[in-house]
């Protein structure tokens, strides 16, 4: 086939990147908080220009990080219907209705020890009571407008509380999208912006990037405990898994490209703005892979630049 030469490319050309192919990143601050950060971050008071400005792009989803400003050992202001996330979620849905928000349930950002765990008397884990705050915060999520919950400890047993609950609570439109997490220095970036580093230096369920057969067994629990999507993380160390995966289980896949993808593939342009080709091009490979969606930090300037395209 002379693919070589254009008129044959162009006109075999399939579909795309699209902006819909796209979920944005809100890392979430408080309104009075000023301190510089390595990733960019909004205020509640920003999200309607934000989520209003990605629909008319095109770009019809978002994905919601939030912290406490005040944490304790129990992550007690992750269930709290007036918290920073409960706030953003309200924001954006009263802006943009139709737009599908997503969220982190996870309590590292609101624990006083960074872990994705709540400890017992002795400090060891207390995955029970863990599980259930997971549930809890889910629950106050939906409450507020969430459209699809993010358990993101990878504990075992978690992702069937969460649908218990959500399904106790009349939740059973809101979908579930656990995420599948490979251990990288990637996160790094997301980490500082949220203070989210967890005190013991890991994150005791991620898995080993060595054993990829352990993911698609992870994968296939998460599923049958009642997970409708699966997120997977960090996005191009995942496509391998993607493509493997995509035939085997029912439900899409939704690679996160994570912060430091974002930092790493972008380059600064003169006038300050970044330029994203290379994630465009990183996009479309996992697109090609068998990813659903993928959730990015550039999904507003790759949405523009496709529409001006």
């Not at 705050?133 to 969430?146: E, R, Y």
């Not at 959500?166 to 996160?187: N, Q, T, W």
């Not at 369920?205 to 997977?232: K, N, W």
Request: glycine residues 6%; charged residues 25%; proline residues 6%.
């Amino acid at each position: 086939m002379p693919a070589h030469r254009l008129a044959v490319r162009t006109f075999l050309d399939g579909p795309g990147l699209t902006p819909a192919d796209l979920a944005m990143v809100f890392l979430m601050r408080e309104d009075d908080d000023t301190e510089p950060r390595p990733m960019p971050t909004l205020t509640v008071r920003e999200v309607p220009g934000a989520v209003t400005a990605l629909e008319s792009l095109g770009v019809k989803s978002v994905k919601i990080f939030a912290g406490s400003r005040v944490r304790d050992a129990r992550a007690s202001q992750g269930t709290s219907p007036t918290s920073l996330m409960a706030r953003a979620i309200q924001a954006a849905k009263k802006a943009a209705p139709s737009v599908f928000v997503m969220t982190e349930t996870c309590v590292c950002s609101h624990n006083d020890s960074g872990e994705c765990w709540l400890a017992d008397e002795r400090g060891n884990m207390d995955l029970e009571e863990t599980v259930e705050l997971l549930a809890a915060q889910a629950v106050m999520q939906a409450d507020v407008g969430a459209d699809i919950v993010g358990p993101a400890a990878m504990i075992p047993g978690s992702v069937r509380t969460v649908r218990e609950a959500l399904d106790a609570a009349g939740h059973k439109r809101v979908a579930i999208m656990p995420h599948l997490i490979f251990e990288s220095s990637l996160y790094e970036g997301y980490r500082a912006t949220m203070a989210a580093v967890p005190r013991s230096g890991a994150r005791a369920f991620q898995i080993s990037p060595q054993h990829p057969d352990q993911a698609v067994h992870v994968t296939r629990e998460m599923v049958e405990e009642g997970a409708d999507m699966i997120l997977t993380e960090p996005a191009l160390h995942t496509v391998d898994t993607l493509v493997h995966l995509k035939d085997k289980i029912p439900v899409p896949l939704v690679p996160f490209s994570v912060s430091g993808e974002y930092l790493r593939l972008t380059d600064r342009r003169p006038d300050g703005e970044r330029d994203m080709k290379g994630l465009i091009e990183a996009y479309t490979v996992l697109k090609r892979a068998g990813a659903t969606r993928v959730i990015t930090y550039g999904a507003l300037d790759i949405a523009r630049q496709l529409r001006a395209s």
